[in-house]
């Protein structure tokens, strides 16, 4: 028979902030984010989370009526909830983010919330929404990833890992105990399972299905047993997750169903997607981490501030805390000035404040200014105001100013940099820090470049391939020369002190 067993609390930020080891070490980390603080805020009942993810669009299907639900919602007790992350990177990224926000406006509204850390599933592979088998991850990588703890958490969040039930059960008792109460036929029904099992590549011997491995195959029960778990253990009673997950979801209903008599429901969530409708997320290749490590503050601000207008106003729904009033305001004043991208402005500030905190906010600001705006003591147009380049909005139009400390710090960290010794002074090519900083692949992709104007020197557009870098080059109080190859790649020269 299934016995629950004993489960383990860890920080929420060592799965908010990076679900692995790098958040401890993580200087935005201990910003106080507004996504550790608001979890740790009043638990007094709000509004009800289902209306809330309903206006925003945060809604895609849940299991029983939606006014059933609700009424299940506010009940006297409250409910329990749950969403699971499974530690396949050792960051957590935007796409995990919107699951997260799901988890907060239930919080706000008065219920418990867990995050489930897969330890074990983590080392299974989850098949939904994909179309290939998952590389498997080497046992220790999915341990070192899951193992992140930083010192505060928020105490309303528990975090467990199922990895605490599934290592004292042996193959035997799982396939008896579990396996039991499912029938091939609905496996084998289940969307991720049946994406796979039809035509999708071209052979000799003509299309043959992608195939799945049994390893994959298994996943649901996995995950239908881990919700069947923090059921008996919690009395959690909902589960969130993304669109992708609805048939591992409604599997844990049916088990919850068939072994205790008692209901349980799921909710699910859209998937976040590109302008180009490809889902984010790090199998895509185009994963924006919340680990500040590895994606820093500004590269995440810039992330949200190159939004399509398309996207803006769907993103301020279901990134941020803003208010209907609020959106449709914001909305409004962007459409009668789009130029002045207010929507992405807005959205970029909030989720970058959500994240990093006011200090990871601070330094996107300050670099965004450095790298968008003219600088430096040199001549030339200002940056273009076209509405496809992105720019922070700088109401106070003072002359830009950094000191070498300033630049050091925020451009080492966030661009390629090279070091010049003062023998260099005065012969180093522009074409050739180019090369160095990896800007461009070869001299005479550089070449072209500075021909065509992609390339500036201080925010001055360089016209000259032959140009040499040298001491009337350094930003003003600095030993730097900040290079920008195109609209977003940028370089860092820094000068030998005792040269300038």
């Not at 960051?91 to 330890?119: K, P």
């Not at 496996?187 to 052979?203: A, D, F, I, W, Y």
């Not at 002045?340 to 500030?349: C, E, H, N, P």
């Not at 940056?383 to 922070?392: D, F, H, I, L």
Request: hydrophobic residues 40%; charged residues 20%.
């Amino acid at each position: 028979m299934l016995v629950a067993s004993r489960s383990s609390s860890r920080p929420v930020l060592a799965l908010a902030l990076s679900a692995g080891r790098r958040a401890a070490h993580s200087a935005a980390a201990s910003s106080a984010p507004i996504l550790a603080t608001s979890l740790a805020s009043s638990t007094a009942p709000g509004p009800c989370a289902l209306t809330e993810l309903q206006w925003r669009g945060l809604l895609h299907a849940h299991t029983s009526s939606f006014e059933g639900l609700a009424a299940t919602l506010r009940s006297p007790n409250r409910a329990c909830l749950y969403a699971g992350f499974d530690p396949t990177a050792d960051s957590l990224h935007a796409g995990n983010l919107l699951v997260l926000m799901g988890m907060l406006h239930f919080h706000r509204a008065g219920h418990q919330v867990i995050a489930l850390v897969g330890g074990a599933t983590g080392q299974v592979g989850d098949p939904s929404g994909r179309q290939t088998e998952r590389s498997m991850l080497a046992v220790n990588t999915v341990a070192s990833n899951a193992a992140g703890s930083p010192t505060s958490s928020p105490k309303p969040v528990t975090v467990v890992n199922n990895l605490d039930w599934y290592a004292p059960m042996n193959v035997l008792e799982f396939v008896r105990d579990v396996g039991q109460h499912f029938r091939m036929t609905t496996m084998l029904g289940k969307e991720s399972v049946k994406s796979r099992l039809q035509p999708q590549s071209t052979s000799a011997s003509g299309t043959e299905p992608a195939g799945m491995s049994f390893t994959e195959f298994t996943y649901q029960l996995f995950q239908a047993y881990d919700y069947y778990q923090l059921h008996e253990r919690n009395q959690c009673r909902l589960q969130l997750g993304g669109s992708d997950q609805w048939g591992n979801i409604t599997a844990g209903c049916d088990l919850i169903r068939k072994v205790t008599g008692k209901e349980a429901h799921g909710v699910t969530m859209p998937l976040v997607t590109t302008s180009t409708g490809e889902k984010f997320g790090k199998s895509m290749g185009n994963a924006v981490w919340m680990d500040a490590a590895k994606t820093t503050p500004f590269e995440w601000y810039q992330f949200f501030l190159r939004s399509e207008d398309s996207q803006a106003e769907r993103y301020l729904r279901y990134y941020t805390f803003l208010s209907l009033d609020e959106i449709t305001d914001i909305a409004r004043r962007h459409a009668e000035a789009p130029n002045k991208r207010i929507a992405q402005t807005a959205l970029a500030d909030q989720v970058t404040l959500l994240v990093h905190g006011r200090e990871g906010l601070a330094e996107a600001h300050r670099s965004t200014k450095l790298l968008y705006h003219r600088g430096g003591s040199g001549s030339g147009s200002p940056n273009s105001t076209n509405s496809n380049e992105v720019q922070a909005t700088d109401s106070s139009n003072s002359p830009f100013e950094l000191t070498s400390a300033e630049v050091a710090a925020l451009l080492s960290a966030q661009t390629p940099s090279i070091n010049v010794s003062r023998s260099e002074l005065g012969q180093l090519l522009l074409i050739d820090a180019l090369v160095r900083l990896g800007l461009t692949p070869s001299k005479s992709e550089a070449k072209k470049l500075i021909r065509n104007g992609g390339v500036s020197v201080n925010s001055v557009k360089s016209v000259n391939e032959r140009d040499v870098l040298g001491e009337n080059h350094a930003l003003k109080d600095s030993n730097a020369t900040l290079l920008r190859v195109g609209k977003r790649a940028h370089g860092l020269v820094l000068w030998e002190a005792a040269a300038i």
